[in-house]
């Protein structure tokens, strides 16, 4: 089974900007042609999806974050990016990526901490 590789968090203050990386490879999956999705859980609450992206670079996000993230894809690089800007404490939670059937095995995550 794949299993995506997210990177590129880290400890940003508010309003700061962060951009995050994610990487699925293996088998026949092919990362350029599937719709792949940002997701995100904070402590204590429930995994939610906050962006996808279709293989043709049609784009939806959550209410929360519209007009601050971006997700955009590489197809030369096999990734799939997530722009944040003007973060809020409230974004603080560990980050990933998967299809929006979320039949890739969750990876590690990577943890976006914003501080106010």
């Known amino acids: 089974q794949v299993q995506p590789v997210e990177s590129g968090g880290g400890l940003v203050q508010a309003g700061g900007s962060l951009r995050l990386s994610c990487v699925a490879s293996?088998?026949?999956?092919?990362?350029?042609?599937?719709?792949m999705g940002w997701y995100r859980q904070a402590p204590g609450k429930q995994r939610e999806r906050v962006a996808i992206i279709t293989g043709g670079g049609r784009t939806n996000y959550a209410d929360s974050v519209k007009g601050r993230f971006t997700i955009s894809r590489d197809n030369a690089k096999r990734t799939v990016y997530l722009q944040m800007n003007n973060l809020k404490p409230e974004d603080t939670a560990a980050y990933y990526c998967?299809?929006?059937?979320?039949?890739?095995?969750w990876g590690q995550g990577t943890q976006v901490t914003v501080s106010s």
């Open positions: 293996g088998g026949s999956f092919n990362i350029n042609v599937n719709v």
């Open positions: 998967n299809t929006p059937n979320e039949n890739l095995l």
